[in-house]
């Protein structure tokens, strides 16, 4: 399909408010999956995009959405779901900012680990875009909270990471909540044959694009990996930390408990 490429976010037509939000974060100028993408999801084409983190993916779908938003209307017209909370907050704060001059959009941030009573809250003053992990939405079609009767457009993003994660039997269930004339918009860094297989069950003829991350933009980074046993890992953190004189250093953990399990080993070992 033949789409026009257009190199300012003036030539999309967007609201005056939103422009001017943009022009306070200084994004002028869209990216390459924002070129591809925002044009076909104006046209209400169900799009297939391969994007990894950094390509400005989240505005791709986040600006047409905001676009087409019915100020007048009572429903969920958007979901947009993301495989974890952090995902799920960090896309709400982009719609936050970029609606911090519009009226009338409303959206509800939903995911595990929240105050069920403010996300009820929110939910109750009818936003018309809903994001949230899968989980909790899930949960909140199973509570009748939220109803998906009157959606207009789906967005999956990091598809492949709620893939690994063990998700897309969940994303069916909430697919068939919908009705089958809504537009999909599918975000995923790889395409792996699962994902073919689900798009071809909720998409009608979708448009694949995709872009890579501006290599200008990164940082030169090193990676290395240790091969440790569990027993091994504190002692073997405490050691790198001490050889290379680490002051600020970022350890991820795969659950709250080992954050705070490790936070109290490092601070047992004189290590702040």
């Known amino acids: 399909m033949e789409t ?47 994007a990894p983190t950094g390509t400005g993916k989240t505005l791709a779908y986040v600006l047409p959405l905001l676009k087409a938003a019915d100020v007048s209307s009572k429903s969920v017209e958007a979901l947009i779901l993301c495989p974890t909370r952090e995902l799920a907050i960090q896309i709400g704060d982009v719609i936050k900012s970029a609606t911090k001059y519009t009226e009338g959009i409303r959206t509800a941030v939903l995911y595990g680990g929240q105050d069920i009573q403010r996300q009820l809250f929110l939910l109750r003053k009818k936003p018309q875009i809903v994001v949230g992990t ?18 207009k457009t ?28 809504r537009q999909n918009l ?31 933009e990164l940082p030169d980074v090193k990676q290395y990996y240790i ?14 930390v001490e050889k290379y004189s680490l002051k600020r250093t970022i350890v991820f953990c795969n659950t709250k408990f080992r954050a705070e399990k490790l936070a109290q080993a490092m601070k047992s070992k004189s290590i702040k």
């Open 186 to 216: 599918v975000f995923s860094a790889t395409i792996p044959d699962q994902i073919k297989t689900l798009c071809s069950e909720m998409m009608k003829d979708p448009v694949t694009v995709s872009a890579e991350c501006d290599g200008k």
């Open 154 to 181: 789906l967005v999956l993003d990091e598809c492949d990471v709620m893939l690994d994660m063990g998700f897309i039997g969940d994303i069916r269930k909430i697919v068939a909540k919908t009705h089958t004339d």
């Open 4 to 50: 026009p490429v257009y190199k300012d976010f003036k030539n999309f037509g967007l609201q005056q408010t939103v422009l001017r939000a943009l022009d306070d974060e200084g994004i002028t100028c869209p990216t390459e999956i924002q070129q591809k993408v925002i044009p076909l999801a104006e046209k209400g084409v169900d799009v297939i995009a391969k």
């Open 134 to 151: 899968v989980g909790r939405v899930l949960d909140h079609i199973d509570r009748k909270t939220v109803k998906l009767n009157a959606l």
């Open 227 to 240: 091969l440790l046993k569990d027993s091994q890992r504190v002692e073997c953190l405490k050691a790198l």
